[in-house]
């Protein structure tokens, strides 16, 4: 499942979902990314996430059958929010199932890595100097071309 | 046609959060990207930035791509979702 959504999302159902009815996952691995209160030595009021409609659902489409091609994933979860966030509030959302851990762990790690590089996403900070524009980093692009 | 869509920091450089254009048949985002400088020659800084990223009908491409009518084309600058 992957939603684009400004509402939250509530962790403990999302892992319910992930496992209901299903005696066959015996991994589960889920992922939260938060809004933190530094950030490169900023202090952060809150963030505001803008996408591309359209185009985010497909290449997270694209990054799931990716990972479907390595690992076998069971079952997965991406959530992602937009709009306006506030300190400490939850940003995204990966849960993935599998047979054996191994796997469940390197999927969400991929699926984290993908979505950083590849889905468009993009932050603004709102800090207390004003508001900017969150540069991509070097460190994520590094994290996936390690898959 | 084909429609042009900004996102992000780019959108607010150029004022401009989509437009529409006629392009010669086989042009490539190169090409694309020169007529819009020629049309507005603020852009260029901001579009020849060799971080920015270009999408077709929503894939990712190269500048070599070639545009074709009705495509949606879209530049925008690393994205930093997550």
């Known amino acids: 499942m992957i939603s684009i959504q400004e509402h939250d999302f509530d962790v403990g159902a999302e892992y319910n979902a992930l496992i209901a009815n299903d005696t066959a996952a015996g991994a589960v691995v889920t992922f939260v990314g938060r809004v933190r209160d530094l950030n490169l030595g900023r202090d952060v009021l809150g963030l505001h996430l803008e996408h591309y409609p359209g185009m985010t659902e497909k290449s997270l489409q694209e990054i799931v059958a990716e990972a479907q091609s390595r690992w076998s994933i069971l079952r997965y979860t991406i959530i992602h929010r937009i709009g306006d966030l506030h300190l400490g509030d939850n940003i995204v959302f990966v849960g993935v199932t599998s047979a054996h851990r191994e796997e469940a762990f390197k999927a969400a790690d991929f699926l984290m890595d993908y979505l950083k590089t590849r889905a468009p996403f993009w932050k603004k900070e709102l800090t207390k100097a004003g508001s900017v524009w969150i540069e991509s980093q070097e460190k994520d692009e590094r994290a996936a071309k390690r898959w | ?82």
Do not use: Y
């Open chain 2, 1 to 82: 046609m084909i429609s042009v869509l900004f996102f992000a920091q780019l959108r607010e450089q150029l004022q401009c959060e989509k437009l529409t254009l006629e392009l010669p048949a086989g042009s490539s985002v190169t090409a694309l990207r020169e007529q819009l400088i020629a049309l507005n020659p603020a852009w260029l800084t901001f579009l020849t930035s060799d971080k920015l990223l270009f999408s077709v009908n929503q894939t990712l491409v190269k500048t070599s791509h070639l545009i074709h009518d009705g495509d949606e084309v879209a530049f925008f600058p690393p994205v930093t979702g997550g």
